[in-house]
């Protein structure tokens, strides 16, 4: 495959995006009343989350050597990652439900465009839109608190790292989704995925030393919202970094790989 | 025919009810059972940092949570969420037709389904961490235990009563799933699933002893460690009897009201 054709397959994608997405705008916008009170909503959860990290600094400066606004930078983080996850893979999960529980996923698979494409991508929760802006609202007013401004190199790093990490949650989220193929219970899915995610709300080397490197390595949840955040403050840890990055490459493949093969499995049986 | 299409029916309400329950059963879970350890992991840290803090120290944070979680799945309830499906969805009006109140059919959902299950499987768990770690201490006093026991059945009823009260907001606002979100976030922080009370300055402290949500964890857990004196256990469990009759006929005042609203809408 040359460059131009990869290009244009890129093209092609976007414009599918941007079909998709357009409508499901259209439809949120109706509900005007709404927007007001997402905001609101997630502005509470938002304090809440503070407050929360709060009590413990009302004992101490420091903790595993992290400062309260320092914390408060991977909790902002969560928040914006925790979005991403209800706006794209939530959203598409209650899809997949369907499509499996009605049939309807042979449609999916009859379209021209690739069907894990399809089943990720297609929908959109536009009515979490809060969450994503108001957690890099809270990045940004904690890196004021630090009187602390990243240089550009330190924001691409941390930008660098959200990306792997969003693709790790992806594959994580995907592998989980597939499994649904063969089992049939969503539900337990998405809360699972929910739930291994809430341990991103504070820097993972709060949990003991077993538990940081199982969040490093097996499932990369560090890269996701500690790394981006030691990033912007100057202190990541190269090594971990990198281990990080390749293994969420690696379940990236896993994943595409696990969903073909399930796809294999499902049109065999109702054949 | 009929036969076969009332048993289609049935089941797939029975069906329908069980996937909804299990949606909320998983958050529970999530909620009750592992975010405390969340929260646990985190003290320790605190701990590991500057030692005791201000007379709680590792083991006292361990006991605390690990007993926590236990107590949390016998007295925390999702009913709400489910009452509020029940009501959006006009199901309410199926469970209405029976010669019982569709609570009961809701608690005993619950109940059987979850509390029972996931309390047998945690004690033993409980019991393994105890003997694994030796961190878990609780108190001698058999008064302690038998008031501790009291405790439960309180937190248990006005738990479950303030859910249902949460739970009956739907009969007039769509996204009373969310109200019920903000009360429980306060709930997290008034019943000591944040930090333990004793942790919090003093007017919160006093809120968290007038309002019912210190029932569900912070009292019966600390009745267990043998940190409240017979003096604050006598005044918990009073404020908690007290607790008990506002919400039910607070709850009873509001499924009235909600039934004649939802009703005249001709469901």
């Known amino acids: 495959m040359n460059v131009s054709t990869l290009r244009s397959a890129i093209r092609r994608h976007l414009r599918l995006l941007s079909i998709f997405y357009r409508s499901t705008l259209q439809t949120e916008l109706e509900y005007r009343a709404n927007f007001g009170f997402n905001l609101m909503q997630s502005f509470f959860w938002l304090i809440w989350a503070a407050l929360t990290v709060r009590v413990y600094f009302n004992f101490t400066d420091t903790l595993a050597g992290w400062k309260f606004n320092e914390v408060l930078i991977v909790m902002g983080l969560f928040f914006f990652v925790n979005g991403i996850r209800q706006m794209i893979i939530e959203a598409n999960l209650e899809h997949l439900s369907d499509y499996i529980r009605l049939g309807t996923l042979d449609f999916v698979l009859l379209k021209p465009v690739s069907s894990q494409f399809m089943i990720s991508l297609r929908y959109i929760g536009v009515h979490n839109w809060s969450d994503p802006l108001l957690g890099i609202g809270l990045v940004i007013y904690a890196l004021d608190q630090l009187n602390y401004a990243p240089a550009i190199g330190q924001i691409v790093l941390a930008l660098l790292m959200l990306s792997i990490g969003l693709l790790a949650l992806y594959s994580v989220s995907l592998l989980l989704q597939t499994l649904t193929i063969f089992t049939s219970s969503l539900d337990q899915a998405s809360v699972i995925i929910q739930g291994v995610l809430e341990t991103g709300r504070f820097p993972v080397t709060f949990y003991g030393r077993l538990l940081t490197g199982a969040l490093t390595v097996v499932i990369p949840i560090a890269i996701m919202t500690t790394f981006p955040a030691q990033a912007l403050l100057g202190r990541l840890d190269a090594g971990l970094a990198a281990i990080s990055a390749i293994v969420s490459i690696i379940l990236f493949i896993v994943s595409a790989w696990f969903w073909n093969f399930a796809l294999r499995y499902y049109t065999g049986a109702s054949a | 025919m009929r036969k076969l299409t009332r048993l289609y029916t049935v089941m797939l309400r029975a069906a329908f009810l069980e996937a909804l329950e299990y949606r909320w059963q998983s958050l529970f879970w999530l909620l009750a059972g592992v975010f405390p350890l969340v929260m ?69 959902l619950q109940t059987l389904g979850y509390k029972i299950v996931v309390t047998a499987a945690l004690i033993p768990f409980v019991f393994l961490v105890s003997a694994a770690t030796g961190m878990i201490r609780t108190s001698a006093d058999p008064v302690h235990w038998i008031a501790f026991f009291v405790a439960l059945v309180i937190g248990f009823t006005t738990g479950t009563l303030l859910s249902a009260i949460l739970g009956t907001l739907s009969f007039w606002f769509t996204n009373a799933n969310s109200i019920s979100g903000f009360i429980n976030g306060f709930e997290q922080f008034l019943s000591g699933n944040i930090a333990p009370l004793s942790l919090f300055s003093g007017a919160i402290q006093t809120a968290a002893l007038i309002l019912p949500f210190r029932l569900q964890l912070g009292f019966p857990v600390e009745i267990l460690m043998g940190r409240l004196s017979y003096e604050q256990i006598v005044q918990g469990l009073v404020i908690g009897l007290i607790w008990m009759i506002i919400l039910w006929f607070g709850f009873r005042w509001m499924w009235a009201r909600g039934l004649r609203q939802y009703e005249g809408v001709g469901a």
């Not at chain 2, 500057?50 to 107590?71: I, K, M, P, R």
Request: cysteine-free; aromatic content about 10%; glycine content about 10%.
């Open chain 2, 40 to 108: 646990m992991a985190v003290w320790l840290a605190l701990t590991n940092e500057v030692g005791d803090v201000q007379g709680w120290g590792s083991a006292d944070f361990v006991t605390y949570y690990v007993l926590g979680t236990l107590v949390n799945q016998i007295t925390g309830s999702y009913l709400s969420y489910i009452l509020s499906a029940q009501i959006r969805q006009g199901e309410l009006s199926v469970a209405l037709l029976k010669p019982v109140h569709p609570l009961h059919g809701l608690l005993v």
